[in-house]
């Protein structure tokens, strides 16, 4: 791939740009947990104004900072679904002992984090569970009253499964009360307390009684729990509900493809169940306002706005810094997108034309403001007070792909000022105004 500024100027060992999304780090949170220790939580919020507020609960002996979650919990966050993730009681850096919790207590830890979270924000109406977690979830729901869809990945049908995992050990935990075993590659205390526990829950009658809607997620081939589980769960519980399988994950989502499909697969779903608590005023319909572009406040925050292009919407903001949610592009992001967009089209027009190798163009496009007397762009009519005035620059580079000679690069890089938005910015423009 070959980098080059608009200017000509060649720019050597050009890396290749892929656009990432980016994702606000969590804030770190602290609450009482159901054993009465402090639970270590991230609150992810998403750019705008939540939508909805969701509680995510971990595998059994895993954390918070499961990847898996971390991924669900970026993919909410994106869809605008402000997201809990906790450790339970005694396990990551939440306090108390792991071999004084068991199942009910997970639960209760649950109920804690919604008492939390409709304190201080908003009590979830979306809980997604993954292995025991999803069982905890569909449990917990009967206590969170502002739940309105469950989701579980990898969830046993029963509790009780898990007394599998260290059978080996269940006489010596009988005999004496407790044992230390091995779970993935880590020590922990199993208690008779904590057996008696898991075989005392019924997972499928709390999925019978649901007063939400459920989502069943579940991969056909988890060797940790099989996907019969899954057919349970489905098969108790009532209409609405829904089953998606993971074709090919493993029990931990370990494949980022696999944690992003489940995310996207929650917040498509769970759309028809939320109640939209942004307090975000509707876009308007373009059908009722016939303007080329329609822009409108969504009544939250000092800047946000709906953007209506057509059959296009989506919003515009400001930076965090000067505050904004930072939910979408700036005003003068969108100029910039729009110079950025014309050079590639009007580049690829050309090279089509005139049957130019020209795989691929990307464009890079910054803005910013710089005296008139020290711009080059600026002609000698800026001198003296003018010349003390600001200008807007625009700095673009342009990155070509493809088998192309000196001759055909800098031709293109001539075509490049002759896009239809770069002449606009350069020209002077008429902006009428009236009033509606």
């Not at 008492?115 to 905890?136: C, F, N, T």
């Not at 809607?213 to 769960?233: F, G, K, T």
């Not at 939320?274 to 009722?288: F, I, K, N, Y």
């Not at 762009?377 to 673009?396: L, M, N, Q, V, Y």
Request: aromatic share 6%.
């Amino acid at each position: 791939m070959r980098k080059y500024r608009s200017s000509g100027d060649r720019i050597t060992d050009a890396e290749h740009w892929y656009g990432q999304p980016v994702v606000a780090p969590a804030r770190r949170i602290r609450f009482p947990g159901s054993l009465g220790g402090e639970l270590a939580a991230r609150l992810d919020l998403p750019a705008g104004p939540p939508r909805a507020f969701a509680l995510l609960a971990h595998c059994f002996t895993c954390t918070a900072d499961l990847s898996a979650l971390r991924r669900l919990a970026s993919g909410l966050t994106e869809r605008g679904i402000a997201v809990v993730r906790f450790d339970f009681t005694g396990l990551g850096s939440s306090e108390g002992e792991f071999g004084n919790t068991d199942f009910t207590s997970n639960v209760g830890d649950l109920v804690a984090a919604a008492d939390w979270m409709r304190e201080h924000h908003a009590a979830p109406q979306l809980l997604v569970g993954h292995s025991l977690g999803g069982a905890a979830v569909v449990v917990a729901a009967e206590q969170i009253p502002e739940v309105r869809a469950v989701a579980t990945l990898g969830a046993p049908s029963d509790t009780e499964h898990l007394v599998g995992w260290f059978a080996e050990s269940l006489d010596e935990i009988e005999r004496a009360g407790s044992a230390e075993v091995d779970l993935v590659g880590r020590r922990f205390t199993i208690s008779a307390g904590f057996v008696d526990d898991l075989r005392r829950h019924r997972v499928t009658e709390c999925a019978e009684r649901l007063d939400a809607a459920l989502l069943v997620m579940h991969s056909p081939v988890d060797e940790s729990v099989s996907v019969d589980h899954a057919a349970r769960l489905y098969a108790a519980a009532r209409h609405p509900k829904s089953f998606v399988g993971l074709d090919g994950a493993d029990h931990l989502l370990t494949d980022a493809v696999d944690a992003a499909f489940a995310a996207s697969m929650i917040s498509s779903w769970a759309e028809r169940y939320l109640v939209d608590q942004s307090g975000v005023a509707e876009a308007p319909s373009p059908g009722t306002r016939p303007a080329q572009v329609l822009v409108a406040e969504t009544t939250q925050g000092a800047f946000l706005n709906h953007v209506v292009v057509g059959r296009h919407r989506f919003l515009a903001d400001e930076p965090t810094d000067i505050g904004g949610f930072d939910a979408g592009p700036s005003p003068y992001d969108l100029v910039a997108a729009g110079l950025g967009a014309c050079t590639s089209m009007t580049l690829r027009m050309y090279a089509d034309r005139k049957e130019l190798p020209l795989d691929r163009v990307l464009v890079e496009v910054t803005h910013d403001r710089v005296h008139a007397q020290d711009s080059a762009e600026a002609g000698s009519d800026t001198a003296g007070a003018a010349g003390r005035a600001k200008i807007d620059r625009f700095t673009r580079v342009v990155h070509l792909e493809g088998d192309l000679d000196d001759a055909a690069v800098e031709r293109l890089l001539q075509i490049a000022d002759r896009c239809p938005v770069h002449r606009t910015l350069e020209a002077s423009s008429i902006i009428e105004t009236r009033l509606a």
